[in-house]
């Protein structure tokens, strides 16, 4: 779990800033929702044999008795709030984001944490895949912004309707039955439980058994066939680039349908930036009427890194103006001439050399602040209501001015 310092706040508010205008641009609301939710909540909605459940959750009791955990993701709060709340009564069709941290126990290595953060969409009531498209051209949108589309590829995949999956599972696990000598301790526990899970197996040795496992696809109903070829064509005609990746499972039980994952080879091992899909039977089990959803979360300090590795600079905090008040009655004036600054050039940012200090360690501080403008006040100021105005970026500019005409120097120079 890790601080994030000032120095990297700016990469933080220029992702934020980012997504959040996107969103808007495409009609979708913000909401917010607990950190903690009931525990059961969790397993019913990403699975009981789930790693994110068995091994990842942080759960606890809390004085009550009542089984608690930190939410792991967001579409499973994010559901429970839309049922509670009968935003779908409302309105049938709504597009929502969240943003926020997430915990899951998992070993920490490089853009894996206990702690991240994902930001997160969801839109409610559209059967149809041209909502999975919008939110497949929206997630492009927002990482071509932050400046890191170019080393990222989207793969796709199609789970099939709830049914089409039940099937094809145990197809699969006829097959792997069939190879369960060749399977890893971790694929053998699986075969009982989440054999889908199987198919994105990294050993080497599962992966030779995979390869020969029966298509997906192929094992489709034609309603499910269907709704993949309108998402493709409808990609093919935005112009997004694509591949359809069989393997791609995901590792929530609560996807049918449309999968999908940005990923990058520049990362490592932890290369999904952002991933989603279709979750159509998800409300209507956690109690809600039946509706249909799909969504995407992306990680954020993994884009964020992304940033950093692209060279995009976030703009800096720097004050435009610094203040330094020599003697008591420059820094009582100080403080007046400040707020009534603030009241009238808003935009101004304006730092006060409190705690005094000769004219030398205040300039000084001023210098280490990046401020443009260095404002100052010492006793000839304050007897003759002047005030001075020093560029700390060019040489040898210094002029000394009225108090009564500081803001509107300052207003022609910023
Ligand atoms: P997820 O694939 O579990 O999906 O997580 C989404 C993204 O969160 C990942 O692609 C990754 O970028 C980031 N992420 C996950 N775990 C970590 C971690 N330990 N450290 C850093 N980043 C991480 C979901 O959470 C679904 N709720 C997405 C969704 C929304 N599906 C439909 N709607």
Sequence with gaps: MHDILPADVGYWQMLEKTAEAVLSSYGYSEIRFPIVEKTELFL??????????????????????????????????????????????????????????????????????????????????????????????????????????????????????????????????????????????????????????????????????????PNMLESMDEASKAHFAGLCSMLDASGVTYTVNPRLVRGLDYYSQTVFEWITDSLGAQGTVCAGGRYDGLIEFLGGRASQAVGFAMGIERLISMMQAAGRVPATNAPDGFVVAVGEAAQRQAVLLSERLRDQLPAFTLLNAAGGGSFKSQMKRADRSGARWAILLGEDEVSQSTVAVKSLRAEGDQVVIPQSELIAHLAAKN
């Design 44 to 213: 019913r909605s990403i699975g009981e044999v789930t790693d994110v459940v068995e091994k990842e959750m942080y759960a606890f009791v809390d004085r009550n008795g009542d089984g608690l955990a930190l939410r792991p993701e967001g579409t499973a709060g994010c559901v429970r709030a839309v049922v509670e709340h009968g935003l779908l009564h409302e309105n049938p069709m709504r597009r929502l984001w969240y943003r926020g941290p997430m915990f899951r126990h998992e070993r920490p290595q490089k853009g894996r944490y206990r702690q991240f953060h994902q930001l997160g969409v969801e839109a409610y009531g559209v059967a149809g895949p041209d909502i999975d498209v919008e939110l497949i051209l929206l997630s492009r949108r927002i990482l071509r912004q932050l400046g890191v589309a170019a080393d990222l590829r989207l793969e796709i995949n199609t789970l099939g309707s709830v049914d089409a999956r039940l099937a094809y599972r145990q197809r699969l696990v006829d097959y792997l039955s069939q190879h369960v000598d060749q399977l890893d301790d971790d694929s053998r526990r699986r075969l009982q439980t989440n054999p889908l899970r199987i198919l994105d197996s990294k050993n080497e040795a599962v992966k030779a058994v995979v390869a020969g496992a």
